[in-house]
């Protein structure tokens, strides 16, 4: 996990330096750790609170290392682009909850619903891995399941379109 914390820099300089109007969705193999307490790991907390201070234009010191002691702060007040979501997989199952602030887990829980100015949604999406075979027999469309994204930046609408088994869903940011 330092690797990820190693990266906060690289992740800043990208984001401090995107084009004005552009959008940003940031798509990794895991940012949360248990889909029941729906927290997310301690580097993909860091990286929310900079999404958050990207969107509303501030700064944030986040933690940069494995001590919780060890931080960085990142001034995102001159940047021109825009968060959009978190997207990722690794627990084979869909949900989705919504950062809220700049506490250590604070969520509003699983909603749709990332509209606020310190909102920011964590999409989790299933792979076709066959954990749950039950729902996933071969030979069918639902051995599969994957996501076509599309963002709508006028009415600020994700819609994941379903590929296999699994439902389609739509997020407000």
């Not at 990208?14 to 552009?22: A, D, E, K, Q, S």
């Not at 990142?74 to 682009?81: G, I, L, V």
């Not at 310190?118 to 999409?123: A, G, L, R």
């Not at 006028?154 to 407000?172: A, C, H, P, S, Y």
Request: glycine share 6%.
């Amino acid at each position: 996990m330092n690797e990820l914390y190693k990266q906060l820099p690289w992740l800043y300089d990208v984001l401090i330096h995107t084009p004005n109007g552009y959008g940003v969705v940031l798509i990794a193999h895991k940012f949360v750790d248990d889909p029941e307490t729906l927290a997310l790991n301690p580097p993909s907390q860091s990286i929310a609170k900079m999404l958050v201070a990207l969107q509303n234009h501030t700064s944030c010191t986040v933690q940069s290392g494995r001590s919780s002691s060890t931080t960085t702060t990142f001034d995102f007040s001159t940047a021109t682009c825009e968060p959009i979501c978190m997207i990722c997989g690794h627990k084979h199952v869909d949900f989705n909850i919504v950062w809220t602030g700049y506490d250590s887990n604070a969520f509003l829980a699983i909603g749709l619903d990332a509209s606020g100015s310190n909102s920011i949604p964590v999409i989790v999406t299933r792979c076709d891995t066959r954990h749950n075979k039950d729902d996933m027999p071969v030979g069918t469309i639902n051995e599969q399941a994957f996501d076509i994204v599309s963002i709508n930046r006028n009415q600020r609408k994700i819609n994941l379109t379903r590929i296999g088994v699994g439902e389609d869903r739509e997020f407000v940011y």
